[in-house]
Nanobody, 128 residues
Framework: QVQLVESGGGLVQAGGSLRLSCAASGRSFSRYAMGWFRQAPGLEREFVAAIRWTGGNTYYGDSVKGRFTITRENAKNTVYLQMNSLKPEDTAVYYC?????????????????????WGQGTLVTVSS
């Protein structure tokens, strides 16, 4: 059974940093792109970042560009999201998901491009 487990969330003050992890088990996603999404209460799930299976290509949502960095370690079947200069509006539950292909930013920022394999998410709360 495929399982994704997100971790690393917590409570942090504005301007602080967190590093999220997404570990996959039950199947290797080393040849899949991986994406991070987030969902704040009452809002739609929002694209945050994506990384190609090689790690050589990345995309970011406009609201996190320059502050967040997505990386991956295929040997560990894990993808990371380093979040710096956090803002209260970054408060959300963060999820990762695999994508079988790679395309434009528009393609990779759409939830439809990802497999419906979601973990429980990890909550990030940024206080002002």
């Amino acid at each position: 059974q495929v399982q994704l487990v997100e971790s690393g969330g917590g409570l942090v003050q504005a301007g602080g940093s967190l590093r999220l992890s997404c570990a996959a088990s039950g199947r290797s996603f080393s040849r899949y792109a991986m994406g991070w999404f987030r969902q704040a209460p009452g809002l739609e799930r929002e694209f945050v970042a994506a990384i190609r299976w090689t790690g050589g290509n990345t995309y970011y949502g406009d609201s996190v560009k320059g502050r967040f960095t997505i990386t991956r370690e295929n040997a560990k079947n894990t993808v990371y999201l380093q979040m710096n200069s956090l803002k209260p509006e970054d408060t959300a539950v963060y999820y990762c998901a695999p994508a079988p292909g790679w395309g434009s930013l528009a393609t990779m920022s759409a939830r439809e491009g990802y497999l419906e394999v979601w973990g429980q998410g990890t909550l990030v709360t940024v206080s002002s």
